[in-house]
């Protein structure tokens, strides 16, 4: 079935393909330069850091409908074990995980999502297979460092938590970012607020999933004006959900992801940040929010580190 | 049995419990200021980053010698799965992980071992059970953002790689500190570099394994003077192995973990940064390793980022 | 506190501790002869088999409210992957499965449930360690092959399904017992049917996991007398849930595995074979439900077979 | 590249496409009747029961030659957890596992090897996705119950073991059977052994998977002329490894599986029955080796059970 124009329309005028070179699997992280990290160190003031990545293991937002997509079970592979055999000398507990790739804090791979055969830059999906990304997976990521810059919509509008289902428009990215008295610009990471990771630390990750609000079809050229590195909300479903359209599903994913090559993360804890920040008024800052380096896989565990 | 004498009387001399308080769980993690932090963060010169992780893979360094301690098993959960059942629209690709915590480039938390049923700052072995660490669990360091300095002893001896089993000393410590034109002082982070990688780059991993050269029973109260944060190593046995005793197995271990209270890691990949560091002379930088936020865990997974 | 004296009164009564020496590990197993065996085999007549394994999946019944047992994630390895690099030639695919071992149709190991540091035959709780079981895991059971007996509760009380809660009691086994015309006898395996797998294979794994009709305090004894070999039910819970006493909680657990050492087992399809007894009027025959040899395991998936 | 014409021309004789209709996925396992599992439960004389699996542990079989079939995991989800917190009550111990369904003593699905884009009865490899096997899954199997029969090729030819590589012959199948003073005829389930397995109990597993004695094309008619229904053997390869032919890999594999449909077992733990039989001279007995209902799967680990 062909997409809708509204979707078209969109993807024509954001796409990236080709802009970095037709072998490029990175997409607008091409847009973080060293002068843009120089900056972005230069920010740092009191030497504070806070860490946004959600605790890892079973109590994860995970509800079971994404099949597979499991919370982190990580479980003993020893306990005190004497090496020796004498427990007064050497002794050492281990321990091993099972977990989605995507389950907890975590980027996106551009390979992720698909849509009529294709990944970011034109790679054909089939690229994917058994074996992983062999495009645009994870691992081309070498590193993901870059200014950091807090949009809190909620806060701009004057909420503690948006709506469920509220679709952030470009106006209200304008109103976080006059909030925030930093223009964002080509290369910065964008940390958006919607406030919803509240009821994630409420303990009810039902509610937290859906209905939720997120970026909309509304903010997709806002993003592409500005040239931004990648985006990361603190939600489950990254964009609005119910989506804006019945016979569109997870738009945004498509054109952030296949048109742009901006890579994408979810489920940030940005509640302790949004205060800091609301408290010392500066919202951008150094990130370093590196991937795992999983070898060909479409999306990686990360705690998003902040320093200002 | 009791432990020898060479032994108790450097873990008299080295010892911080108590150190930082009573209930403290970082040890040395806490001579990480925010003076450091900014001290560090003021060493970004061109904002170049590097990346230190070793890829995670089933192709990983772990050989099946430590049980169940398992290199990445990466799978997919779904290839191109269309969610509305038209391949036209959205599409996604999911994967999932199976490994060991301390399998590829990690810390080890400070409770990953014991002796004589004690930990860190005294907890009892047994707050360890099946479902974690109670206390100095990886958890417990929100991050690990500090000062990094590289400490090339291979270089400053003027080889390419330390033979296997060559216990490093305090002398080596100095002559690499001398290299590097950079006194190590309180709240660093060393990274150690043996050359030790480049035998598992090379494909051989059993060779990686054992022997191994590293840090011995003399280089311990070096990094006890200096007040290092954390050190880290680009070997997969962190000390010099076989051991320097037969009857004292990795006692640098025990003396930098439960006496000092002092993080360590693993499967640091220090090639490239090796090679950087002697093409620019900058040997400290600032350095993101902050653990990934596995609750209870005795280890995590970490992608070290220097930025220069 | 101490267990309430209907509990203890029925410990003391049914207590098979010492019964077949201090060093047994698998109880009323025990009771399983060749001759029974033999009996057994010789009830085959038409050479029919049925399975009473339900699929192992990501649909299986567990919900999330036992932590960490986890439905069946199996994922593939390889897919058609060629070995000589040649399509036309060898290839193979294969996969693996990460899974709770209580979470399908399974057997409980003597071990998996204690009390007051005590397993069945006196052996210490703490046997068990991050190793598995030292005493009286499913290991030790070689082989379980012996007469089964089903006793349909729920057609013997004239309905589809036993109410949700509903405590089976003595009487209900006799009306069971005589609606198949089989007498229990010593070695039997009781397969029990509440008709609870109903709402399973309805796709309800909420409602089948509670309120759920199953054995109560008052069907100890009746198993203790007839000295069956083990016992196995068609629901989630094994005994009747919620508790017939708010502060005694699985009680049953308690008396079959730690005190009279009777291996139990859950999740058992029984819908088909019910049919096929009442068609043929034959509730006893030949049962193969041997564990699959986990070492040190607390409990096994499996398939049982039934040969008519 | 086009296979061999040693190849091609027994494919011709030994296929069993279309044999059962163009939509059968279990090929020689429509041969098991009703009357031979009569006839197998006849052969049950004194009761005795012997379980074929070899002990799931990390000491398993693999190596890591076959990346990612690895060696049963298992680890402790709770140890003796009070479920009320009050350790004098209800405790339990849960455990959860990661292997390779081809990791220990397991079925190979039909799905399982492919070439030329075909799997058994001509359906398309491509049937097998992410998802599993759409066609020819394990879970096709309900039940594998049958008369089994025991070749043993090693003490036929007067050797403990076969020589590492030896390429078993029709005439030593003749040879065994003659041994066993049984004719194989249809529906039977051939248990072959080698006497390799004593190399995987001497705790050799190196040795255990190559080289090793195996049947060769030289058997394959064998098998189909006698209809027999399965057939396992007590190695890690199935077939002769090295191959007979430099340019043809596993090729019994293919005939087996794709052409014949006839499902295939390895790892069976052969010593304990071959002296068993030895000793009592019944080389037929009953034999269930139900495959555990994994849904989609490519193969199934497996306890093998004879009942004699």
């Known amino acids: 079935m062909a997409m809708p124009e509204v979707f078209t329309e969109l993807a024509r005028r954001c796409n990236n393909w080709g802009r970095w070179g037709p072998n490029d699997e990175i997409g607008t992280l091409n847009l973080v330069t060293d002068a843009k990290v120089r900056e972005a160190a230069a920010l740092v003031r009191s030497g504070r850091r806070l860490a946004l990545g959600i605790p890892l293991s079973l109590d994860g937002p995970q509800t079971g ?14 306990i005190n074990a004497p090496l020796t055999g004498d427990p007064t000398q050497f002794c050492s507990s281990d321990d091993i995980v099972t977990m989605g790739l995507q389950a907890g804090t975590h980027w996106d791979a551009l390979a992720h999502v698909s849509y009529d055969n294709r990944l970011y830059n034109g790679y054909p999906a ?23 810059v807090l949009l809190d919509v909620a806060r701009a509008k004057g909420v503690d938590r948006l709506p469920g289902g509220y679709a952030i428009t470009a106006e209200d990215l304008d109103a976080a970012e006059e909030l925030a008295r930093v223009r ?42 500005r040239d931004v590195a990648a985006v990361a909300t603190d939600n489950l479903t990254f964009e ?13 994913h498509l054109l952030h992801l296949v048109e742009m090559g901006m890579t994408q993360g979810q489920n940030f804890d940005l509640e302790e940040l949004a205060e800091d920040c609301a408290a010392d008024g500066q919202y951008a800052f150094l990130l370093d929010a590196s991937p795992q380096p999983f070898v060909g896989a479409l999306g990686t565990p990360v705690n998003p580190i902040v320093v200002k």
Do not use: H
């Open 65 to 78: 409908a994404i099949p597979g997509r499991i919370n982190p079970v990580r479980t003993m592979l020893a």
């Open 126 to 148: 089939d690229t994917i297979t058994w074996a992983g990304a062999a495009r645009c997976g994870i691992d081309k990521i070498r590193t993901l460092v870059s200014r950091g």
């Open 184 to 225: 964002v610009s080509p290369g910065d990471v964008v940390l958006l607020r919607t406030g919803q990771m509240q009821l994630f630390k409420q303990g009810d990750r039902v509610a937290y999933g859906v209905p939720s609000p997120g970026p909309s079809l509304g903010t997709v050229m806002w993003f592409r004006e």
């Open 240 to 252: 609005v959900y119910p989506p804006e359209y019945d016979d569109l599903m997870l738009p945004v």
